[in-house]
């Protein structure tokens, strides 16, 4: 490390080598001023505070005085009194100040989570993966971990409602029985538009219903799930298929915009992972190939990204496949014909020759260990072409499972027609939200409207909600029972708490149904459900009672049922006309590319306040979808970021701001869905929805061309937050090649550590520390968004992001290296240091900040009087200050997702990371109980239990068998800013990539 | 007092007057309020209450904190 000597005169003004905005990268003097300035200009306006009082002395000890005098006989005021009910009929599960665990599940479309939900007096608080799982092995997505806020949204409808008022649950079973009951006499048939049905229970209920009532006609529903995926997997197999990574036999991945490490896949992003944490060099390392038109996470991680048009892909594929064959002799599968199809590099894509043929042989090479996984965005043709590129390499490293069939959009069509014809007698829409989904939303409404019984099985009232005249609310997730298929598991989803509201699971509605229509069904669901589970899954002859069997499946969360479902047999007799329409699939002019909403996804998580204010991982956007489109063209189109623009497409124009997004393909703009909602306090008038814009019918409706792309001349201000907290320093992350790696572990001597005039600290017992592996680190977020969930951190709004005042107490920075075209990218996370010499804990007036014995830098909030000395010097800029009341407003049910053990923190107050100093003490009061010392690997914080890549490793420096102080003496390991001498906590492993082209992309 | 101008005696007076005046009023308000035996808390509606009732899971098996 080169040692910064104050003294010396300022260097010339070198543009930075890795870079996070486009001033940066020039290093404007407005960007050299972010990097001095601890808060940016907006943060400390005081336009929106409190104006500074101009009273004087005297006359503030009268107002107190008499502020005094009022508030003790206001205090003397009976009215706001509340009753104390002492804690006499405890529950016996309850012990106050203990923490029960519950193991439950949950499903995302067609993804299960296998999870195990944190409790606190009955109030489940946070949510992690279940650790018995044998894939998640403890982790889980971070949509799923902030879906406990929809648990306590206090939008929730509380009770049913007939013709919008409330209603009894007798009344409304009866219309809606009446309804089916006279469509099953006249014939007439009866519509359930659900989301995918994942669970086997539910599936069994959904055939006794269909036995029952032989008009129904059910149609699963995914918005997020494009038509290419279902088409391309029914063209091939015959059948729906869901491709699930096996990435830990990967040796090459080639993703075809298929952002498979955007955080919904902890499983694919562990194995992922796992092959890129080397100790030394000559360690076998994975190789990612990314060709896509929109930088996404998965891209940014890529040894190999090629920035490439969307329509170009299928193409694309298919010459590989050819070429596959033709130049490295790779079979093709029986009934395969491509002798239609070009070789090399197909026309007018931008890719050079040296490249094809390195792609070529990196997956000849791999053979069984490549595969090829295609984005839900794409067309059929190129799913196609995927399948067939992983049949032919006889990829091991993906497992394809039979699934249930979706419906397509040209299928839900086919239900409006049918509605606006008067088909329907009645509907029943479940968990779907189509009247802000589907693509002809306004025809939607117009056709429902005709259909006589309406009924909505949901959480909240939405935009379908609106149009049905019996509303049936349900039970939240961690309300309810539920089972799921994982493969070979049986997953069990079991409720974690009573139900809060006048609310019903969505089965027992059915079973409900059931039992009108004059069928047998148990009372409730839970007993449908273990009934099943004692015919189908309790092992037939086994010694174990079916009631104790059934008690380990819900405390384990899951037991093995069999093997795996068998892989659907490949059928490629289509494959020659999907190749001809793959290359007569090119489009002219700009490319539009819609995609699901990391945060949104298809716009149920859009009231979701954690995951709006969680900064997108690649653009860096909260609360808001802007458009994003490349450099070259902002430029040509004279736009710069947050300018307006006008997107016109068929009829539909939408108003939006754009991002200049670095990565990003020339001619290819990009948009998220899962925005504009217009009902929700959080979602309404966030972003646009985009949804208009899909095209039923389309092999892919998430690609579009055509559209008219007009500057409005206006310009918004953008709550993005990647130009904030920037560091003012040299190597503040750190990559290599493998080639450099190689160069820098035979030169690595650990460097030593800087002279102080401070007396070093003294660690008794632990000195805690952590290592994060950015080489693993794929930038997913999950942990600020666990960390928000453990640590009770506040939700500040689009506004209040926008000035630099978000609270996030673990950000994910962002860095980019070389052209602005097709950069590499760097995720590190970045959070409090803990430093041993901290540069704010000696300015803080009130010792509100401190040293502790076991090295943590501690923050005593009553003692904070918010002076804000502590932030302005810290180097890493991990301080987050309250500048106003942003919690402890908040009443239940929303106060009800509070960690107890975390204090909340009023207006004026600074906090930061604790290390999560709660776990830490728990784990030693549980060791000290069991009589016994800590043992390594035991105290996870919310942030390292949460990454799925396990890329952050916590523990005592003091131990010298810790894995922390292992990884911490690591050749890629450096710590941040360390010239400044303040001895951080935290030690970074430096970045490693495996290109094809040692040297770099000149190489080529 | 020589000091003083007329803007600060007039504050003072205001605060001298005003004080007394609102803490009696609060004070009278609070002694001579009707329906006092009523419990304060009772809801005057028959709304539904704001405040979920926590209960515990039926059925479920927890694991041991």
């Not at chain 1, 595969?371 to 049949?391: D, I, K, R």
């Not at chain 1, 009247?435 to 002809?440: D, E, I, L, T, V």
């Not at chain 1, 939240?476 to 070979?488: R, V």
Request: glycine content about 8%; aromatic content about 6%.
């Amino acid at each position: 490390m080169k040692t910064r000597i104050p003294d010396t005169p300022e260097p010339p003004v070198m543009p930075p080598r890795h870079w996070r905005t486009l001033d940066e990268r020039v290093e404007t003097p407005e960007a050299r001023r972010a990097a001095h300035d601890e808060f940016l200009p907006g943060a400390v306006d005081i336009a929106d505070l409190p104006a500074p009082s101009e009273l004087s002395r005297r006359g503030f000890l009268g107002i107190l005085g008499g502020a005094a005098a009022l508030a003790a006989t206001v205090a003397c005021d009976r009215t706001a009194q509340g009753t104390i009910v002492p804690y006499t009929r405890r529950p016996l599960e309850v012990i106050p100040g203990v923490a029960n665990y519950y193991a439950s599940a949950t499903s995302e479309g067609r993804r299960v989570y296998s999870l195990l939900v944190k409790t606190r007096e009955g109030r489940p608080i946070h949510i992690t993966g279940n650790d018995e799982h044998p894939g998640f092995k403890g982790k889980t997505s971070l949509r799923v971990v902030a879906d406990i806020l929809r648990l306590y949204d206090p939008e929730r409808l509380r009770g049913p409602k007939a013709d919008g008022r409330p209603a009894a649950w007798p009344e409304v079973d009866r219309r809606l029985v009446a309804a089916l009951a006279d469509a099953k006499t006249a014939g007439k048939p009866v519509l359930l538009l659900t989301g995918a049905v994942a669970s086997p229970t539910r599936r069994a209920l959904l055939a006794d219903l269909k036995a029952a009532l032989p008009t129904l006609e059910h149609l699963a529903w995914e918005p997020a799930i494009g038509d290419g995926a279902l088409e391309g997997a029914r063209a091939v197999f015959g059948t729906d298929v869901v491709a699930v990574p096996r990435l830990e036999h990967a040796k090459v991945i080639l993703a075809l915009a298929s952002d498979f490490l955007n955080g919904e896949d902890p499983e694919a992003m562990a194995a992922f992972a796992s092959q890129r944490r080397l100790s030394q060099p000559g360690q076998p390392m994975n190789r990612l190939w990314v060709l896509e038109g929109a930088l996404s996470l998965t891209g940014s991680n890529a040894d190999e990204r090629i920035p490439l048009r969307p329509t170009q892909l299928a193409a694309v594929a298919f010459a590989l496949a050819k070429d596959l064959h033709t130049r490295h002799g790779l079979a093709l599968p029986a009934g395969v014909d491509l002798s239609a199809v070009p070789g090399g590099v197909p026309p007018g894509v931008d890719l050079p020759g040296e490249t094809w043929s390195r792609l070529l042989a990196d997956l000849a090479s791999a053979g069984s260990g490549a595969v090829v996984l295609c984005g839900s965005s794409l067309s059929g043709e190129a799913h196609q072409a995927t399948h067939l590129l992983n049949a032919m390499l006889g990829s091991r490293a993906q497992e394809l499972r039979p699934a249930d069939a979706l419906a397509t959009l040209p299928e839900l069509t086919a239900a409006v027609q049918g509605m606006a014809a008067g088909r329907y007698a009645a509907a029943i829409l479940w968990e779907v939200n189509p009247a802000y989904a589907f693509p002809a939303a306004q025809a939607w409404k117009e056709a429902l409207a005709k259909v006589p019984c309406r009924a909505w099985i949901g959480l909240a009232e939405d935009e379908t909600a609106a149009q049905c005249s019996l509303l049936l609310p349900e039970h939240h997730w961690l309300e309810a029972w539920n089972d799921y298929e994982d493969g070979s598991l049986a997953v069990l989803q079991q409720p974690t708490i009573g139900a809060l509201y006048d609310t019903r699971q969505g089965e027992d509605t059915l079973l409900a149904l059931l039992r009108g229509l004059g069928a047998a069904a148990p009372g409730d669901y839970h007993t449908y459900l273990k009934a099943r589970w004692q015919r189908t899954v309790y092992p037939s002859g086994s010694p174990v009672p079916f009631e104790r069997y059934f008690e380990v499946a819900l405390h384990d969360g899951l037991v093995q049922d069999g093997q795996a479902p068998a892989a659907p047999a490949f059928k490629g007799a289509g494959l020659t006309d999907a190749a001809r329409q793959a290359f007569a699939a090119t489009a002219d002019g700009m490319e539009l590319f819609l995609h699901p909403g990391f945060a949104t996804l298809d716009g149920r998580h859009a009231g979701n306040g954690w995951l709006q204010e969680t900064p997108d991982p690649v653009t860096k956007m909260t609360w808001d979808n802007p458009l994003l489109l490349s450099v070259a063209d902002a430029q040509r189109l004279h736009l710069r970021d947050g300018d307006e623009v006008e997107l016109a497409l068929a009829g539909t124009t939408l108003r939006l701001p754009v991002v200049l997004q670095p990565g990003q393909a020339a001619g290819v703009v990009s948009l998220a869905l899962g925005y504009g909602r217009s009902t929700g306090e959080v979602a309404t008038g966030k972003g646009v929805n985009a949804f208009p814009l899909v095209a039923a019918g389309s092999p892919a409706p998430f690609l579009r061309s055509g559209f008219r792309l007009q500057a409005t001349g206006e310009s918004r201000t953008l709550s993005r937050t990647q130009a904030h907290h920037r560091l003012d320093g040299r190597d503040i992350v750190r990559t290599f090649s493998l080639a450099e790696y190689a160069q820098e572990a035979k030169a690595f001597t650990k460097d030593a550590e800087p002279v102080s005039l401070y007396p070093d600290q003294r660690f008794p017992n632990h000195k805690w520390g952590m290592v994060i592996d950015l080489s693993a680190c794929v930038g997913c977020a999950g942990c600020s968004v666990s960390c928000q969930s453990e640590n009770n951190i506040a939700v500040v709004g689009p506004e209040q992001v926008a000035k630099g005042r978000e609270m996030h107490w673990i950000r994910l920075d962002t860095y980019y290296e070389g052209p602005v075209d097709n950069p590499t990218v760097v995720h590190q996370p970045m959070l409090c240091q803990q430093c041993d010499d901290a540069p704010c804990e000696n300015v803080c007036p009130v010792n509100a900040t401190n040293h502790s014995p076991e090295g943590l830098n501690q923050m005593v909030y009553n003692r904070c009087v918010g002076t804000r000395y502590c932030a302005n010097n810290c180097p890493y800029k991990v301080r987050r200050f309250n500048f106003l009341d942003f919690m402890s407003d908040k009443t239940e049910p929303e106060s009800l997702v509070y960690n107890p053990e975390v204090t909340v923190r009023p207006r004026g107050v600074m906090e930061k990371c604790t290390f999560c100093v709660q776990r830490i003490e728990d784990g030693k009061i549980r060791a000290m109980g069991e009589g016994r010392p800590l043992r390594d690997g035991e105290i996870t914080p919310a942030c390292v239990a949460a990454c799925p890549a396990e890329a952050i490793v916590f523990g005592d420096l003091k131990d010298p068998h810790s894995q922390v102080s292992r990884l911490a003496a690591s050749n890629r390991g450096f710590k941040v800013l360390e010239e400044l001498g303040v001895k951080p906590a935290i030690t970074y492993l430096a970045d490693l990539k495996n290109p094809a082209f040692e040297g770099g992309r000149d190489a080529k | 007092m020589g000091t003083l101008n007329r803007r600060e005696i007039l504050g003072r007076l205001t605060a001298l007057v005003a004080g007394p005046l609102l803490l009696s009023r609060k004070a009278l308000g609070l002694a001579l309020q009707t329906g006092r035996s009523a419990p304060p808390e009772a809801s005057p509606g028959v709304q539904p209450p704001r405040r979920p009732t926590l209960a515990p899971p039926s059925h479920s098996v927890p694991r041991r904190g």
